[in-house]
């Protein structure tokens, strides 16, 4: 299964472009298979992590795969606000409990808990508010200690979270209050130990579809070409993601890294499966590091 870019995300930085940009990517079309390299790459990898002492720890773990901070339920009121939420743009105009509580609990739908180390809420208020710079702001008034639930290796789960209280609005900002298990070291290495011409790096996963019948990713791509494709191996125990480039121009070209998002269709729900990079050899990491929930890679 082949898919291919559905919109534009904003550029990401100017970096030079991988050895993958030097060559000429022939693109099949959505219905063909994938490229043979591809699909041997992926298969490596699945056989890898399938049953390896690293997928059982996964399994124990928590592991996000959704935002770990959720806006107001009625956010944004006007364009302002939604500047201030995306640029990470907050003040503190009220007082942050102290927590005598050390240790909250994940619980999952279908069953099964892990007790964690709690964030503060004064820590979990840091990394939300991240640039001190002028208005536009969201004046934040005050916090208490409850739950949510989000998207998990695992399944849903319920999360112990820090509900901040935003002015003007009636719902809390949520920020889960538990990091993210410690990454399992993967039993295979990066593509570059095994050279291939044809793949490129997941930028990070964006969001899990409620029914986990598709996933969408972040993908790597250059000035020069259409866009990014991600081709998709299933298994019992994984799904692993190639992410590449179609209609690669030869030549000169300039070196800007850019990304767009792509949807992934299964075959079946995501479930318990692991999500894994190609290139990579590891889980697709959740989160922007640089944004208010980073990866837990």
Avoid at 125 to 133: C, E, I, L, N
Avoid at 140 to 167: C, D, H, N, Q, Y
Avoid at 243 to 254: I, Q, R
Avoid at 255 to 282: I, N, Y
Wanted: hydrophobic fraction near 35%; charge should be negative.
């Amino acid at each position: 299964m082949r898919t291919t870019a559905s919109r534009t995300a904003p550029l990401l930085t100017a970096l030079g472009l991988l050895a993958a940009g030097c060559g000429t990517v022939t693109a099949g079309s959505d219905d063909a298979d994938p490229a043979p390299d591809t699909r041997t790459r992926a298969h490596e990898v699945a056989e890898a992590w399938d049953g390896s002492p690293a997928a059982d720890a996964w399994l124990m773990g928590y592991f996000p795969m959704a935002d770990a901070v959720q806006p107001p339920e009625d956010a944004f009121h006007n364009e302002n606000d939604k500047k201030a939420y995306q640029r990470q743009n907050f003040e503190l105009r009220g007082d942050l409990p102290g927590s005598e509580q050390k240790e909250g609990k994940v619980t999952w739908r279908g069953g099964g808990s892990l007790t964690l180390p709690l964030m503060g809420a004064q820590e979990a208020y840091k990394t939300v508010d991240r640039t001190d710079a002028p208005a536009p702001r969201l004046g934040v008034t005050g916090a208490r200690l409850g739950e949510t639930t989000l998207v998990t290796s695992r399944g849903p789960a319920t999360v112990p979270a820090w509900l901040f209280t935003v002015e003007g609005y009636d719902t809390p900002l949520k920020r889960v209050a538990v990091r993210p298990s410690k990454l399992p070291e993967p039993p295979i290495g990066p593509a570059r130990d095994t050279p291939t011409e044809t793949l490129w790096e997941l930028n990070r996963l964006v969001e899990v579809a409620a029914d986990g019948r598709s996933v969408t990713v972040l993908a790597h791509h250059g000035s020069c070409d259409d866009g990014p494709a991600v081709d998709v191996l299933e298994t019992d125990g994984s799904v692993v993601l190639s992410g590449h480039v179609v209609g690669m121009e030869e030549g000169l070209c300039t070196s800007d890294l850019r990304a767009k998002q792509v949807t992934v269709e299964l075959d079946r729900p995501l479930a318990e499966r692991l999500l894994l990079d190609a290139f990579t050899g590891r889980p697709v990491p959740q989160g922007n590091p640089d944004g208010p929930s980073g990866s837990w890679s």
